[in-house]
């Protein structure tokens, strides 16, 4: 069963709207997390839409051009690193796919969320691990997230230059962590991440 049949067989199910949930910037050590929801449709089926880490940064873009254009509905969640460092970054990266179903226009039958639940939506939820490589819906959320977190990332290298954000995105490689080391974190750096407070970082 390929991604797009394990959708259309759970609105067979009777789910005929689908909201497929995931996540960007969970893992770095600056920026925000953002969260995606997104509703395909029945018989929307976007050539190679798969996970977004195994899709080269050209073609992803345009899959998100063609996801936007093309869904049903698209629900956005942004949490920044002040809120990450308050909350923790599990709870911050719930409170942002909460936010991205709240903001859709329509009300789903079924979630699937990519290896987590939300028990703050009283909606049917599927949490599969891997679930952008099981489900369509899923993958073109990882996609949404993926871009809107890049285009965010790239802003944000125009305030603070000196990390070389629109290259790493606040992922931590190893010249980001070069970086950290020489200018100490800035404001958009996660303080609550060991890795961005140690005065001893590795390379």
Do not use: W
Not at 37 to 56: F, H, Q, T, Y
Not at 110 to 121: E, K, R
Not at 130 to 148: M, N, P, Q, R
Not at 165 to 179: N, V
């Amino acid at each position: 069963m390929d991604i797009f049949d394990h959708d259309e067989f759970l609105r067979k199910k009777g789910f005929p709207i689908i909201a497929g949930i995931d996540e960007a910037g969970r893992g770095t050590l600056a920026g925000p997390v953002v969260a995606a929801a997104v509703v395909l449709g029945e018989g929307n089926r976007i050539e190679r839409i798969r996970d977004s880490k195994k899709i080269p940064e050209k073609e992803r873009t345009y899959l998100f051009n063609i996801i936007q254009h093309t869904s049903i509905d698209i629900g956005i969640g942004i949490v920044g690193p002040e809120e990450i460092d308050r909350l923790n970054i599990l709870r911050a990266t719930k409170l942002a796919m909460h936010q991205a179903v709240e903001s859709l226009s329509v009300t789903p039958d079924l979630l699937i969320i990519d290896a987590l639940s939300l028990a703050s939506i009283p909606i049917k939820q599927l949490s599969p691990t891997k679930g952008e490589d099981k489900s369509a819906s899923v993958a073109a959320a990882s996609i949404v997230a993926k871009c809107v977190r890049d285009n965010i990332m790239l802003d944000l290298h125009l305030q603070y230059p000196d990390y070389n954000f629109k290259r790493h995105k606040g992922y931590s490689t190893k010249e980001h962590l070069e970086r950290l080391k020489i200018h100490g974190p800035c404001a958009i750096h996660r303080k609550s991440f060991q890795r961005v407070m140690s005065l001893e970082l590795p390379f």
